[in-house]
């Protein structure tokens, strides 16, 4: 029996998958960047010359600098990674614990009760 | 999502893929524009100074919190919270919009990618509930009609 002229063998779809190092880049510069959210987070919440520092808008305060910086974090480990690994094969695994570990993290380490013991 | 992703016999439509892309991206532009109109439109009128003297706190939100101590752990901990927990849905639903864009379908032959994946979605929706709920209950609703005793639940 013939395949509709659409659809992919399966054969065609693993040649059409792409290699895993751009998913573990993502995921591993996610977790990255929401553990630099918390860190920048306490760092702000604690240092009075970083709290000036992350002042980049004066009406929101602090946490301007904090959240952009982040931001930046997260999209420059990104790019690093992705630049190392997007033509490769990657074990996903360990990055995955790693990336969720961190995002755990950081969803504690924002936690105030958590980010006082600091 | 976990649906399309489960590992089964059954293959997910192309239909079904092209709507989870759709979803996914209107959850990344909706989570980045909340976070954004947040922390720079509403936040500000959140932490707004009074001038020197003010008696009346009503319009300065944070500093009607700090006033009391019944009232102040809704700053010191739900908005403290809310303001950076927030940050990490736009992060996460953004990842995972990407991956499933570069994958699609293909997750599901990826079980550590997929459950990663679905794995920050979740964390996303988590975040978002977290600032949604610290946002407008304790710290946006209860200053203006529940005085300064917050009651989460009415008995009837």
Known sequence: MSLPATSITPAEQAVAVPPSGAGAAAILAAGIGAFFLAVFAIAGDKLPALQNFFTFSKPTGPLSGVTTCAVVAWLVAWAVFHGLWRRRDVAIRPVAIGAVALLILSLLLTFPPITDLF | ?156
């Open chain 2, 1 to 156: 999502m976990a649906a399309l992703l489960a590992q089964t016999d059954n293959q997910p439509g192309t239909r079904d893929e092209r709507f989870l892309r759709v979803y996914l991206t209107a959850m990344a532009v909706l989570a980045w524009a909340a976070v954004l109109t947040g922390t720079y439109v509403i936040y500000p009128w959140y932490r707004a100074t009074p001038p020197p003297g003010t008696t009346k706190l009503g319009a300065f939100p944070q500093r009607l919190l700090l006033a009391s101590p019944t009232t102040s752990a809704r700053h010191s901990i739900g908005m403290e919270w809310k303001e950076h927990v927030a940050w990490l849905a736009p992060l996460s639903i953004t990842m995972s919009t990407v991956v499933f864009f570069q994958y699609g379908r293909n997750l599901r032959r990826d079980a550590p990618l997929r459950s990663t994946v679905l794995c920050f979605t979740l964390v996303s929706f988590l975040a978002a509930g977290i600032a949604g709920f610290f946002g407008a209950m304790p710290v946006e609703h209860a200053p203006v009609e529940g005085g300064p005793t917050l009651h989460m639940v009415y008995g009837e």
